[in-house]
């Protein structure tokens, strides 16, 4: 009975493979068919004019802004690690004046 399902299985498995792989291959061939007018990225732009004008300004302007949220970020980040690496630097200070004095006591003796 093992067998059966594990063939069973395995003929399913194999039969929507087969599918999904015709499905790929149907969707990419209609991705890249060569049909002139609407439907294509940048249609608008690649037709000039006020609206392909206009489209390029909006996107110059979502990249601008968009760098401009990144810079933000890394700066605080960097603004972050500066903060916490000079708080280490504090530790280690403490630690080393601690150390001294314990050399200090011992040489004492």
Same mark, same amino acid.
């Given at each position: 009975?093992?067998?059966?399902? !594990? !063939?069973?299985?395995?003929?399913?498995?194999?039969?929507?493979?087969?599918?999904?792989?015709?499905?790929? =291959? /149907? !969707?990419? !061939?209609?991705?890249?068919?060569?049909?002139? &007018?609407?439907?294509?990225? &940048?249609?608008?732009?690649?037709? &000039? &004019?006020?609206?392909?004008?206009?489209?390029?300004?909006?996107?110059?302007?979502?990249?601008?802004?968009?760098?401009?949220?990144?810079?933000?970020?890394? $700066?605080?980040?960097?603004?972050?690690? /500066?903060?916490?690496?000079?708080?280490?630097?504090? =530790?280690?200070? $403490?630690? /080393?004046?601690? /150390?001294?004095?314990?050399?200090?006591?011992?040489?004492?003796?």
């Amino acid at each position: 009975m093992a067998v059966a399902r !594990s !063939s069973y299985a395995l003929l399913f498995a194999s039969k929507r493979c087969l599918a999904s792989r015709h499905a790929l =291959r /149907i !969707s990419a !061939s209609r991705m890249s068919s060569d049909k002139s &007018g609407s439907g294509r990225d &940048g249609a608008i732009r690649e037709a &000039g &004019g006020a609206f392909g004008k206009r489209e390029a300004a909006q996107e110059e302007q979502f990249f601008r802004k968009l760098q401009a949220e990144q810079f933000s970020k890394m $700066k605080e980040r960097l603004e972050d690690e /500066i903060e916490h690496h000079e708080e280490e630097i504090d =530790r280690h200070r $403490k630690a /080393i004046k601690k /150390i001294l004095a314990k050399k200090a006591d011992l040489d004492k003796h």
